[in-house]
């Protein structure tokens, strides 16, 4: 089955230490995106790429970048993990284009900061 | 206030019966209203999508969308235990990728 399948499933990390979350689609889809989801919280969208055109929310913070070095794959890199940012991060693809496509969502990766 | 309003719940309810979720918002430029479906520690699942205002049903699921009243519902007839989930509603104006906004989630507890 076509799919967004993102690993490592749950990631450790310390406080400060550089980790990078890694997503995979079958799907072939134009879009991929990044959202942060704290608990009871809604998803938060980090930023997206449209193919290879890199889209930064305005509030996203510095501390995290992106990289799409294929249609097929894309990593969140989290340069200086907080306390704050433990969360699961999901990863999402969709067609794009002039009509609307909605998101599939992979399974997350949720994130711990010690 | 947030662009998009949703009772974050919980709700319970017995099995077997209708359950009426809802969602409230502010931008009329929006579009496009999904209603997705989060197990715990799993990724949301899309359930319905619609575009512009109407209704649309899919199975035990019926969507509605009223762009006048920029008020959105997802109905669940005939509810089961595997129901129980968190539902987010879910919405865009489209330009160019589809930017979701998201609401806050609802907590449905399906009692057997």
């Known amino acids: 089955d076509a799919m967004v399948i993102q690993n490592p499933r749950y990631q450790v990390t310390q406080f400060g230490k550089p980790v990078t979350l890694s997503c995979s689609q079958t799907?072939?889809?134009?879009?991929m995106y990044w959202y942060q989801q704290k608990s009871s919280q809604a998803p938060k969208l980090l930023f997206h790429?449209?193919?290879?055109?890199?889209?930064n929310e305005a509030d996203t913070p510095d501390n995290f970048q992106s990289r799409r070095p294929n249609t097929s794959f894309c990593f969140l890199d989290i340069r200086s993990p907080g306390l704050g940012d433990a969360a699961m991060y999901l990863c999402?693809?969709?067609?794009?284009?002039?009509?609307?496509?909605?998101?599939?969502f992979g399974n997350g990766t949720r994130l711990t900061v010690t | 206030q947030k662009e998009v309003e949703q009772d974050p719940g919980p709700l319970s309810v017995p099995e077997g019966a209708i359950v009426s979720l809802n969602c409230t918002y502010s931008?009329?430029?929006?579009?496009?209203f999904m209603w997705y479906r989060q197990y715990s520690r799993k990724g949301p699942e899309l359930l319905m999508y619609?575009?512009?205002?109407g209704n649309k049903e899919d199975g035990r699921f019926t969507a509605q969308v009223d762009k006048s009243s920029k008020y959105i519902s997802l109905f669940i007839r005939d509810s089961q235990p595997s129901d129980s989930a968190t539902y987010l509603c879910?919405?865009?104006?489209?330009?160019?990728?589809?930017?979701?906004?998201f609401g806050q989630g609802t907590r449905l507890t399906i009692n057997p």
């Open positions: 799907l072939n889809h134009n879009v």
């Open positions: 619609t575009y512009s205002s």
């Open positions: 931008n009329s430029a929006f579009q496009y």
């Open positions: 879910a919405m865009s104006d489209l330009q160019g990728a589809q930017k979701l906004v």
């Open positions: 999402a693809t969709s067609r794009g284009g002039g009509r609307g496509s909605p998101l599939h």
């Open positions: 790429y449209y193919d290879k055109d890199f889209n």
